[in-house]
């Protein structure tokens, strides 16, 4: 069998087996988050998310909502260089808004059961 035949048996079975993993993950409520950002986020995300006082009258006195805090912690980005994250028992994450949402910035201290927003920096 020569290479080209090969290749054409290779790339048919891989578009098969793509279509196949295609098909049983379409339904399926299926995240593939690895990177250090996505996990961080993530974890941040799906724990019960309290607001300290300082948040919370920032809050009140500017003109952003906890949906423009959701969607920070959806699609931002963590400085882990102004972080700790090793921090015992709760570590501390400084997190960026991306896009129009550069301008804020969020202080999150996330424990076992509970994330609180510490800070809201408006830049």
């Known amino acids: ?24 993950w379409k ?11 996505a996990r961080t986020l993530k974890t941040i ?16 006195n500017s ?7 959701s969607a920070i912690l959806k699609n931002g980005d963590v400085n882990f260089g102004k972080s700790n994250a090793r921090l015992k028992p709760c570590a501390e994450y400084f997190i960026t ?7 804020i910035d969020i202080y999150v201290i996330r424990c076992d059961s509970t994330s609180t927003i510490k800070t809201i920096t408006i830049n």
């Open 1 to 24: 069998m020569n290479l080209l035949k090969r290749f054409g048996y290779y790339f048919i079975g891989l578009a098969l087996g793509s279509l196949v993993v295609l098909f049983i």
């Open 27 to 37: 339904g399926k409520d299926v995240s593939f988050e690895y990177g250090m950002d």
């Open 45 to 60: 995300r799906i724990k019960k998310r309290l607001f300290s006082n300082n948040a919370t009258q920032t809050l009140i």
């Open 63 to 69: 003109a952003i909502d906890t949906a423009t805090i």
């Open 97 to 103: 808004g991306k896009d129009s949402l550069e301008h």
